[in-house]
């Protein structure tokens, strides 16, 4: 019990700066949809933040669990901290100088051949977040959970400010909807036509501040390069980047493959592919709450597995948590699905359609979360070469599944190929891991729970509920149900402490 509620605690602490910072970027979407009603403007900034996903994992190289693996020791941190750090910064300037010299070829490439400044952005912003993310993991490490809360939601807010300056002020000065007198300066830095552009600014400026609030961590820090001792944690750490990057392609590919593969006038109501894959990216964005709670457990719980390696009592603390992550997140699943249409008005209205497939997109980063965990017995037994395996074959079905089905069911076809391809991912990694780790998993039990909050949003699917008080009340009645049902089968579980 009381590893439970360590891992709660961390949860929580590590939570807020995760669930806070989604939710305040999540709410910043009322704003873009609003202030840009023609959705083929944000189909730039959705494509980018889409390709970010993977080139983070290439960046950081698996290096953040190869940090814990190695610098468990406190007597050792500062040695792979120097060596682990040093290698960051000397790959990531490598791979950005790539970048920004190739940056004109590359915004051809994406079919956007006049951003190529947003490439150069982003190549300075990923080398600085993949320094800065270096340094969370020693945060970490050293469980100064409110330490790296208090930077992280620092970065948040630096963001939000800086996107609020550009993108409300600026736009609404030199738009005449207020402050009209404040044109002649404004209008020195801020074009309104450029407006998404500087979305992508506000993040840089945030990232370059965030290194500077982080300054204590590289106190003591010498660049340092013992070739014996790299090799060691780079063949530890490749699986895992791979292993990351055949899954972060995994939850982009709908919106990295979107554009190529929908048909010209497969809506008849979007003039163009670029308006559909801008509504698209927003509406994706629904699926935000099962991520915040797969984050804010994965925070926590990876440095406190790490540390019981070799407690005999560690599968069974596996098996429990995994179990109430899960219970939390299906609880989730359901909360937003019965209330998708009081939770859709966040979206400016030209971007409230196709929300049919937000409850396929959280069950897949449901999949995702629980896939999350069971992956811990091959980090714990240092077998991560099944996690490359797996990841890379699920990659291939889930390219090869969005080749197939967006030209026939469109946003749809995106959020079945992801379902699909990530309950692959955890059934391949369950297998594989009660066969070389053993895990006493409650999955009967799991399984149970899973078929009745599907049954519950399907059967709720078919009501075309309008946004209302009385709707609310019935909606939270629905979750309130489940939940009851759920204590009731865990009341054993709850009243022995586990």
Known sequence: MSFLKKLAGDAVLYGMSTIVGRLLNWLMVALYT???????????????????VPLNIIYTFGLETAFFRFASKKENQQKYFNLILTFIILFGATLSGLIIFFSEEIAVALNFPDASHLVILFAVILWVDAVCAIAFVKLRANQQAKTFVAIKLANIFLTIGATLFFIFFC??????????????WVKNFYSVEDGPDYIIFANYIASLLTLLLLWKQFVGFKMQWNQTELKKILEYAWPLMIMGLAGSINLVADRLLFRKFLPPGFYPQFPSVDEAFGLYANVYKLSIFMTLVVQAYRYAAEPLFFSKVGDKNSPGMIALSTKWFTIACIVIWIGVSVNLNIIALILGENYRYGLEVVPVLLLANLFIGLYGNLSIWFKLSDQTQYGSYITIGTMCVTV????LLIPVYGFMGCAIAFALSSLMMVGACYILGQKHYPIPYETGRVLLYLAIAAGIIILYSFRDAKASVGNFVLQCGICLVFLAFVIVMERKSVSSGQ
């Open 34 to 52: 609003r202030v840009f009603e023609n959705r083929e403007l944000l189909a730039e900034n959705g494509l980018f933040y889409a390709l970010v």
């Open 171 to 184: 736009q609404g000065v030199l738009s005449g909807k207020f402050l009209t007198d404040q044109a002649y």
């Open 400 to 403: 090869a599944l969005n080749i």
